[in-house]
């Protein structure tokens, strides 16, 4: 790999470093601050809604945008400097028009939100020129991984500010948007040191906008883009009203509510390598499959009780599904789309998952005024309509997601013998093969290449 490249991947990830932190300190917290100033329940659907609802309209011309600056990495320069400056305002307006407060954080946070995305399309394309397609997978797993760490831990950290916080509540929310400012500061040094492939001979886009929405359940990337925007959309009927549900019905302190929101992101960093290592070996239309299949089963298990340690295990199974799916569906959109056409791709891809967000809050925030109780909570009902509707996605709509290459290398041999012989034979072997390697696993997980062979044996089936 070429000196300036490495350089750039290594920038890229101090990049995303310090993204992730700005979104440890704002992602969990912009609805227990509305909470904080008197949101209602739909306003907790809108203060989710409009910023996505922002993010898809701006996409619809970012790539042309991106076109006219002078390089991609100038204009996705830009549009992180305005994000961080939207995040001040959306603290201390707020306070200064406190009859008002909520609809001035909804105004700031979405800026902040649309400003941040028009760049996605241009930066997608950039890391599509620099990371080689070889090791596509354990890059951006990698990558992840880090931006878990970061993300996790400024989110513990703002959590724990909250909690000896009570007393003087808003300055400490006021410290955590600064922070966030500050961390989006530090993206945009590391993004600006990173080198565009194009930047002296940009190619611009061969595909319009309306070509590719026209030809969207033609092309194996219009099929996948409406999949994610339906999966977003099944989602997002319930994901923003989680933290009402634990701060408002469950009566949570803030410690608690981060530690098990943040148990999503441990097993998030914790899988992501693994999960790129996997998608390079296997595939990455095996694992968008078979995390589809678990995405309905989250929602659901929020309905069987209450106890602290057990939804601390429901999150920890939410990150390790969301890390396989999120990181298997970029990767697929990096496949699916052509040099000439990745831009509005993206743009595409972003808008139409931002689209399903910011519907899907708009009716989880209408609905739940109008369900019954579930086990005496509201929010539990809506949870389950998340759970009807993902179940109806992903059993209609995943058998259309086709595997576009051959994966990096075939099952073992040993293991495609046993399946021909008797499917109860191979479970057998795996269960016997795995505790005997129990204590290498334990060691070297990666290496001992059992964690790939268990994950193949189950796409198989």
Request: glycine fraction near 8%.
């Amino acid at each position: 790999m070429k000196t300036i490249t490495r350089k750039s991947l290594d920038n890229s990830i101090k990049d995303g470093a310090a993204y992730s932190a700005m979104l440890g300190l704002t992602q969990d917290y912009i609805t227990p601050f509305a909470l904080a100033l008197k949101a209602s329940v739909p306003q907790i659907g809108i203060l989710s809604a409009l910023p996505n609802l922002s993010v898809a309209l701006s996409q619809l011309f970012a790539p042309f945008l991106s076109e006219k600056a002078k390089s991609r990495k100038s204009f996705v320069f830009k549009a992180v400097l305005l994000q961080a400056v939207c995040f001040l305002p959306a603290f201390v307006l707020p306070l200064l028009f406190r009859d008002f407060g909520v609809w001035w954080l909804i105004l700031w946070y979405t800026l902040g939100t649309m400003f941040g995305s028009l760049g996605n399309p241009a930066w997608s394309s950039l890391m599509a020129d620099l990371v080689p397609g070889s090791i596509r997978g354990r890059f951006f797993g990698y990558r992840g991984m880090i931006a878990g760490i970061m993300t996790l831990a400024f989110s513990l950290a703002s959590g724990l500010l909250l909690q000896i916080s009570t007393d003087t509540l808003f300055l400490g929310f006021g410290l955590i948007f600064f922070g966030a400012s500050l961390a989006r500061f530090i993206s945009s040094f590391f993004l600006n040191k990173m080198e565009d492939p194009q930047a002296k001979a940009p190619i611009k886009d061969g595909v319009s906008m309306k070509a590719l929405v026209k030809d969207l359940n033609k092309t194996p990337m219009g099929k996948f883009i409406s999949y994610s925007a339906l999966i977003n959309f099944s989602t997002y009927i319930a994901a923003p009203f989680f933290a009402v549900y634990m701060l408002r019905e469950l009566g949570f302190d803030y410690l608690t509510y981060i530690i098990v929101i943040s148990s999503a992101s441990v097993a998030n960093f914790v899988f992501m390598k693994v999960w790129g290592r996997i998608c390079d070996i296997c595939g990455n239309v095996k694992i968008l499959k078979l995390c589809s299949v678990f995405v309905p089963v989250v929602p659901l298990l929020w309905i069987f009780s209450h106890n602290t340690y057990y939804l601390i295990g429901v999150q920890a199974l939410s990150g390790i599904i969301w890390a396989g799916f999120l990181l298997s569906g970029t990767n697929y959109i990096f496949e699916s789309s052509s040099r000439r056409n990745r831009m509005r791709g993206f743009a595409l891809y972003t808008g139409g998952n931002s689209l399903g967000i910011a519907l899907g809050s708009l009716v989880g925030g209408l609905l739940v005024s109008v369900l019954p109780q579930l086990n005496g909570y509201y929010m539990l009902s809506l949870f389950l309509v998340s759970v009807i509707a993902r179940t109806l996605v992903v059993g209609l709509f995943i058998n259309s997601i086709k595997e576009l290459k051959p994966a990096g290398s075939a099952i073992p041999q040993a293991f495609v013998s046993a399946y021909r012989l008797d499917i109860f034979a191979l479970k057998f072997r795996a269960i016997l093969q795995a505790v005997l390697q129990l204590p290498r696993i334990f060691r070297q997980p990666l290496r001992s290449g059992m964690v790939i062979r268990i994950f193949q044996l189950i796409i198989r089936f």
